[in-house]
């Protein structure tokens, strides 16, 4: 391996905004290692082929983030294979919609547990290394939802509130380290996550957002990339705003 390449993590990268986040990293020519979780590898078999495409060094795993067994071995695993992680994106969410009154346990563990404890999992397995080189970026992908609270999600709306403050206490604590940690929140992106609501819940966000249209995976994969980018060096512990205006 170069030593010059860096070494980019993109959990959830398989699919959707992941996945577009990935391809735009491949421009500067990195290692590129995804995780993902679904039995079916389709979508991250078609992700490897987009980047092996671009002549990319890449390696998925299947690992469950919600679990600190999985993800220590993964991160063991990829620390013995390239040495070091130089750019986290946690990136992997879900979504379980359910009004507060007929929420099961069940989904309010879920939905916290990928969205909010696999963030702690991945970035205090990995945090030791980014502090031993002293060098490090970290970016965690939020959502309005955690923002202005979205009926019917208060699972998932606590979780990404919860992104944003564990967002800005590690950055005050790992800043001296040379290491950037921020958030982006996207708005309304249109991916398989967002397919799956109904065209009139679609209609009503379309009609909120000042800008007219729904946001694409490149609008939250270049603001990704521009936080991990030198010209953000001075920039950690934001919230970045890519929603077309529909939380100012
Ligand atoms: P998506 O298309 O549904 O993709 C979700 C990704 O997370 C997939 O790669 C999936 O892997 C992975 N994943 C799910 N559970 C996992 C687990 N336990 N361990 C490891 N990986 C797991 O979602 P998306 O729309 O691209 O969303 C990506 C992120 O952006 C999420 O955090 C989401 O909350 C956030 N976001 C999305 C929107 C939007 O409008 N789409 C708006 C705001 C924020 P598999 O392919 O293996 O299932």
């Not at 979508?43 to 990319?56: P, R, V, Y």
């Not at 690992?63 to 220590?72: L, P, R, T």
């Not at 005050?172 to 065209?199: C, K, W």
């Amino acid at each position: 391996m170069d030593n010059s390449q860096r070494v980019v993590v993109v959990t959830g990268g398989s699919r959707g905004i992941g996945r577009a986040i990935a391809l735009k990293f491949a421009e500067e020519r990195p290692v590129i290692i995804i995780a993902h979780y679904d039995q079916d590898e389709t979508f991250s078999d078609q992700t490897l082929a987009m980047l092996n495409e671009k002549g990319i060094r890449c390696e998925s795993f299947k690992v469950d983030v919600s679990s600190k067994s999985a993800v220590e071995t993964f991160f063991d695993s990829v620390l013995e294979k390239y040495g070091r992680v130089d750019t986290l994106i946690n990136n992997a969410g879900i979504t379980r919609d359910c009004l507060l009154m007929k929420m099961s346990e069940r989904d309010w563990d879920l939905v916290l547990n990928i969205n909010l404890k696999s963030i702690f999992n991945c970035t205090q397995t990995i945090i030791r290394s980014m502090i031993k080189n002293r060098r490090g970026t970290i970016v965690n992908i939020a959502s309005v939802s955690g923002q202005i609270g979205v009926a019917g999600q208060a699972n998932y709306s606590a979780s990404k509130a919860g992104i944003m403050g564990f967002t800005k206490a590690v950055a005050r604590e790992v800043a001296s380290r040379g290491i950037t940690v921020n958030a982006v929140a996207p708005g309304f992106i249109q991916t398989e996550m967002t397919d799956a609501l109904p065209e009139k819940v679609v209609e009503s966000y379309l009609q909120q957002i000042p800008l007219g249209r729904l946001g694409t995976v490149q609008d939250v994969s270049e603001t990704v990339y521009w936080l991990c980018s030198e010209s953000a060096s001075y920039i950690t512990g934001q919230i970045i705003h890519v929603n077309g205006g529909l939380y100012m």
